[in-house]
């Protein structure tokens, strides 16, 4: 991983800013060759205090992006289920939010707001 890292900075990669393509690009490929995580999170002592934040905002980007590919997964009317306290329970989305998917769950007066990725479409 430092390996990586240190390639990424020596081609300039880390001083450019707004350029984020380049660096999922960059993420895609490091991925793609299945690094270890632990290997990964053992190198970041190794890893500069703007390293780590730059690699932080890359992930932070890459979370929000699958959050949203996740929810955009989602449309009103379809059924869906969700682990609570031990149990799967079903319901409808309702409505999809910008942070939430609202499921109406029958017995209950009031949607539950569960995040997309807590959530299984059923048939």
Do not use: C
């Not at 949607?111 to 299984?120: D, E, G, H, T």
């Amino acid at each position: 991983m430092e390996r990586h890292i240190k390639h990424w900075y020596a081609q300039g990669y880390g001083q450019m800013e707004g350029n984020m393509n380049l660096l999922r690009e960059y993420i895609r490929e490091m991925l793609n060759e299945q690094i270890d995580l632990q290997a990964v999170i053992g190198d970041l002592d190794n890893l500069s205090a703007d390293e780590i934040m730059e690699l932080w905002q890359a992930v932070v980007d890459a979370h929000k992006r699958k959050e949203n590919e996740v929810k955009a997964g989602f449309k009103k009317g379809d059924k869906v289920e969700f682990d609570h306290e031990g149990e799967i329970i079903t319901g409808t989305v309702a409505h999809r939010g910008a942070k939430f998917v609202s499921v109406n769950v029958h017995g209950y007066p009031k949607p539950w707001k569960r995040n997309a990725s807590s959530l299984r479409k059923i048939s």
